[in-house]
């Protein structure tokens, strides 16, 4: 409680220095800066609001609507199987609001089929292929669990299960090369040096994992991208990445509403989106939930990844950068945290014996 009243001091004094225009700001430490964007390692700064593309039906239209009204941070991934729509969506909507490349953010995800070095690059050059793009601004270790290899040809995306035809192989196959996460990463490394990505980074790691790597890592991960919403607050992990210049993209912004739709709410429904607190914060302020929640990330110098589906809900997203929920809201938001996490990507694999979570 100590910890999280002395942070939302420090994100309050830092909000004095918020402008509302395009942020180029040189900074000595990663998180004193900045509105709408949050600088990086190597090349441009991240957009502080990014379109998450799980899930998202009609890619190409979204995409595209999303930069014709002001979006500029698109969130992609092998595994969300639509980057040739995404790619489509990009071009249309580049072309349509009269952007250069250099004006967007485009991240993806390296897959738990292809950890093993030898692989990282093709499955990286498959996801350029596919987004029709010569580079990307930020490629991720989408989760630290390699997986067995599965080739293009036999199955692209390849997802979690090795062998969905298989009744008695019918769940995570670990990758029997083993590759460690500093083998892996050497190898994202590599994507740098051949400028076919400008930052690489990491999703789903806790603090554990983070050092490991920042022991060996020539060039630091870039950005944390991990589940984050009032019912998964994870402030000693946020903490550690931005203390140590690690920038923290929060997934899941809205909480468990995309969830309910594959079973993987665990219970809560809507949740957060018609919680009471939510609710009354939101009506204080004149805004929406949904805002009031993307606010809550913003405010703190997080990146937030929502999806949507509809030119309505892409406007109302963006607007989030206007108002400051203070020091009463932000405890009123710290009370809900009831580390639930939705993301547990044991609960895919039921093969294992039911339920399996891996994070809890
Ligand atoms: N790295 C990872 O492992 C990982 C894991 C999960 C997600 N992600 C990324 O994070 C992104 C977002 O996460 P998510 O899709 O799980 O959840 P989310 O963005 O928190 O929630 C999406 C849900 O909220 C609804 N919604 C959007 N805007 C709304 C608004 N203004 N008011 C009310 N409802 C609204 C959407 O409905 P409609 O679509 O009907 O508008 C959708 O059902 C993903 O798309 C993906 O890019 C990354
Ligand atoms: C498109 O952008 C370029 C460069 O920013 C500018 O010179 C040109 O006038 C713009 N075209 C239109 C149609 O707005």
Redesign the pocket.
Known sequence: MNYFKTFVLLSLSLSLFITHTTTAMASSTLTSCSASSLPLPNGKSMPLL???????EDAKQMVSLALQNGWRHI???CD?GNEVEVGEGISEGLKAANLSREDIFVTS?LWNTYHSPEHVEAACRRTLKDLNLDYLDLY?I??PIPLKFVPFETRYPPEWIHDPSSATENTMVPDPNCPTIQQTWAAMENLVEKGLVKNIGV??FNAALLLQLLQTAKIKPAVN???L?PRLQQSRLVSFCQSRGIQVTG?????S?????IGMDRGEGVGL?ENPDILSIASKHSK????V?LGWGTQRNIAV??????LN?LK??LDVLDFKLDEEDMEKIAALDRNLR??DPGVFCKGMGGDYPIWD
């Open positions: 990014g379109l998450g593309c799980w899930k998202m969130d992609s991934a969300y995800k991720l989408h989760f999703a789903n991208q991990i589940e919403h997934f899941s912004p809205l909480g509403t995309g969830y309910v739709q989106l929406s939930p949904a805002q929640l990844i929502p999806k949507c589906s509809s809900r109302e997203n939705y993301n």
